[in-house]
């Protein structure tokens, strides 16, 4: 079982820029995904940002491509989502959610039906 915090949401206005942490706890094997991801009010979750632990790669939904950035820091089981050139279109309660044991050959990508585990979420509002 894995345990996750996001943490870091707020108000921004058009243009600028906001970093969401995801704090996680549990085992979730040698090598596993996390993922970011989105739900605005009457519309669907939307897959983010993936990145393989133990293999390093990234994935991206095309909506954010090119300004958002998943990281990681394996000192402090922290997953960062840093997100330049917000415009309104971005407000949502943002996910962090992990899919453990990440089978050999297996890639990472922002599928919500691949993850089992989610944290409780962190609201970013745009303003224009």
């Known amino acids: 079982q894995v345990h996750l915090v996001e943490s870091g949401g707020g108000s921004v206005q058009a243009g600028g820029s906001l970093r969401v942490s995801c704090s996680f706890t549990?085992?979730?094997?040698?090598?596993?995904?996390m993922g970011w991801f989105r739900q605005a009010s009457g519309k669907e979750r939307e897959g983010l940002a993936a990145?393989?632990?133990?293999?390093?790669?990234?994935n991206y939904g095309g909506a954010v491509s090119g300004r958002f950035t998943i990281s990681q820091d394996l000192a402090k089981n922290t997953v960062y989502l840093q997100m330049n050139r917000l415009n309104p279109e971005d407000t949502a309660m943002y996910y962090c959610?992990?899919?453990?044991?990440?089978?050999?050959?297996?890639?990472?990508?922002?599928?919500?039906?691949?993850?089992?585990?989610w944290g409780q979420g962190t609201q970013v509002t745009v303003s224009s």
């Open positions: 990145v393989s632990i133990g293999g390093g790669s990234t």
């Open positions: 959610a992990a899919r453990p044991f990440l089978p050999r050959g297996a890639n990472c990508a922002p599928i919500a039906d691949e993850y089992d585990s």
């Open positions: 549990g085992s979730p094997g040698s090598r596993y995904c």
